[in-house]
């Protein structure tokens, strides 16, 4: 049964693996609040379960749903996925969820960092955001894992590892003023060290252009394998995100990882700029203190928002020009994993995509 | 991952085992409702801790409780017991939570009777019931274990097995006007036989004077082991309970078992008779449509209503002058197992005990 623990797990052995590590399962949240999700989350929720379906081929998923919308989370999952009721602010089991933690010998433990809705009352997307707090502990206390609670405001999107002694991070994100204002860059890179395992942090500047949760790693930059990253780019010049993928293609050209290599960058043209329509704009409920979905708004778009599972890596697509040459990339990059593609607007328009909502639960083994 | 099956236990080669078969663990809900537990529930909680925490002695404990009251029941009961979110109207395990059924190969499976709060619109205790009718089928997708819905109004504490065939129940519970009024005693019989793998019925006319439940048998009349079964008794000829006590004796005088054995009768004096007091009812909500708590009711206090555990059995006392004869009969029936006793008066001012706010899950060991 699941204890909590007063130490780190750089302390007792235990590191984040690599999301490619072997896999017990994936958790997911369901979709549902309305100022946030159009139409009651029913788009969401298909595409949720697309997600869901997608996994659960190679591996065990449980999703979490709200007292309300579980009879309806069950009659739309297929059955060998699971439902387990607990209460939530909003579906990005990525950020609310544990990041899992393991030791050499296959021990798995989780660490629940503290969560304010990616800015507390400085630039958070909600308010209140109590339920998502306390989702990891769930989690854990579920699965009968031991549990260490990081005294650092953190979401698990904002990080990126080799499984080798490296993290990927922006500034723009660890750094916000709505996280966790008190502490240096130096604090910062010590508490990583200590929950996350491993020595060397590469601080990218910034994120995806637009990207609400102040430039999540994972919506932008991320580990293909110890060595190599795949980056967002876009060829124009004139689009703000080009600075901004420049910006970090410099830092990862001048920087090596903590084994030594330099990196090699693999670049994943962007799709779009994709916007939000009237009609979409209209679907969602408008509630003060809910960031707002208006016509217009650029969403930020990526191909790099993946998952990759035991044996498949599940890949959002957009209608878009670059979808091919993104599903080649992904082919290529992760053979001999089979890449599943699902239509990502609906999850975008939500503001992230397939990897926001998804957390690996790794075997250890 | 729990698949719901259209068949039937016994047909697929299950059967309900005994109580003292080996246990993987035992599942709770935390107390709340304000007009049935008095103080918003307080000292019931301390009563359910002290149940939760004795049998997590000898067996792993999951207690089940609404968002509303997670962190207060994460923050009562002892780390080692598990704690999972879980809607619920109410706190009785026993009759909300699945049966469950093992084979000979030691697979489990769960069966989820219809639950209607002991008698629906009839004379059931309250309503709604909706989402204690959903407890059984979210233990079983919690645990990963197929599930029967059986189409049959019942409650786990209406049934008591020997796990070699037989069942214990009362009429005045299972042919009740507010259960299945459409259904024969043959046809209950049927389902019986279906959902627990049993074949012989034994049939005992009442249960404990007063209780609420229709005369639950686990608060009446339970197996000890196979051909010996324990029925709670009084000497006073003049108390309303002596002819229904006589009544289920004069039964199992005359009846075998399904091995063909005669069942020897262990009488267990019962406590009291046991009265609410000005101060406990004052501490209940009144709420129309809930059954009331009224200072000078008679409660159906009895030492029938424990839990037998992996190497303990728990058993409820009651400050009263019978516990001591209670104690040094469980003492000598249930041997190697120790007796652990528990204050019972809380529990039963909320309309029953320590075997009906259990629920075990056999390891099918």
Known sequence: MARTLDSTPAADGYRMPAEWAHHAGCWLVWPERPDNWRLGGKPAQAAFTAVATAIAQTEAVTVAVSARQYDNARS??????????????????????????????????GVDWVFNAWGGLVDGLYFPWAADDAVARKVLELEGVDRYRAPLVLEGGSIDVDGEGTVLVTEECLLSAGRNPDLT???????????????????????????????????????????????????DETDPQFERSAAALKVLESTTDARGRSFEVVKIHQPGPIFITEEESRGVDSIEGTLPREAGDRLAGSYVNSYIGNDLVVLPVFEDPHDDAAVAAYTQLFAPRHIVTVPGREILLGGGNVHCITQQQPSGR
């Open 76 to 109: 739309q999952l297929p059955e060998h996925v699971r439902v387990v009721e607990m209460s939530n602010d909003d579906s990005w089991m990525r950020d609310t969820g544990p990041t899992f933690v393991v030791n050499d010998d296959g021990d798995v433990r």
């Open 185 to 235: 860059r130096a604090d910062i890179e010590q508490q990583l060290r200590d929950h996350l395992g491993v020595e060397v942090v590469v601080w990218l500047p910034y994120g995806v252009y637009l990207d609400e949760t102040n430039g999540h790693v994972d919506n932008f930059c991320r580990f293909v394998r110890p060595g190599v990253v795949m980056l967002t780019w876009t060829d």
